[in-house]
């Protein structure tokens, strides 16, 4: 196992060991049945990316990557139940995630929604625990998150893809969903990881940076498998997007890796304002290229 391999997979542990903490507390409530709901996709095998990031951010600031426990957790929380929505019939009617049945197929579509919701708000009930030197970053630290999660982000992303449905959609249209419904999670990762581990202004405009390339490279990537991926290897349905506003559709494969490329060194690049970055070097590149 390599040094990045080890880290990476240090990193997943202390994130689901600290989920699986926080949900401990609640074991023996009544709404047993809720929980079951949101553990089934929290802890389905995701590879806690988001999270990840914002370890690693704290680290190249030299903070104490437990600090940012809470904000990682949040992002993660905030990412399942954005996939348990997004699995709905009233949104993309997925089968499949992670190689198992959608939350909705085991749960019904009423707890599935409700598991959602309830990852949303804890989400921001686990941030706010989080204990920084300066009580003031904490607020900073949850304007963050919810800007780049709601209307502003993430849900306002994925309101403009449902209103572009039955339309072809020009580059800027595509790139204006994609950089809320992909890009702004990743965006808040990066960001509160730097908010954790004290940096500074710069720092956290090259965290930004850094999660607009990889973010908008990760997606086009992810258009790319839909196409040449399989179902085996994505645990989930495959080209399901034939008829979405992607940038494969517009674009076709050759100019989309080369796209990847370009958006990926943007990446890259904005990482020069941080010491010992090499980690996220080789995740960034591992992302960009990968096959599931």
Partial sequence: MTQFEQQLLEDKQFIEGFLKEFYSRFSDLPQKRLFDAMNYSLFAGGKRL?????????????????????????VELIQTYSLIHDD?????????????????????????????????????????????????????AVGVLAHNAGSLGMVGGQSLDIDSENRLLSQQEV??????????????ACVLGVIAGGGNETQIQAASRF???????????????????????LGKTVGTDEQKNTFVRLYGLEACDEMVCKYTDTALQALDAFDNSDFLRELALQLTSRIK
């Fill in 50 to 74: 988001r999270p990840i990031m914002t370890l690693e951010f704290c680290r190249m600031c030299c903070g104490s990557y437990e600090k940012a426990a809470p904000f990682a957790g949040a």
């Fill in 88 to 140: 709905l019939p009233c949104m993309d009617d997925d089968d499949l995630r992670r190689g198992i049945p959608t939350n909705h197929k085991v749960y019904g579509e009423g707890m599935a929604v409700l598991a959602g919701d309830a990852l949303l708000t804890d989400a921001f009930m686990l941030a706010a625990s989080a204990e920084l030197d300066d009580p003031a970053d904490v607020a900073l």
């Fill in 175 to 188: 790139y204006d969903i994609q950089s809320r419904k992909t890009v702004a999670l990743i965006n808040a």
């Fill in 211 to 233: 999660a607009a390339g990889l973010g908008m490279a990760f997606q086009i990537r992810d258009d790319m498998l839909d196409v040449i991926g399989s179902q085996q290897e």
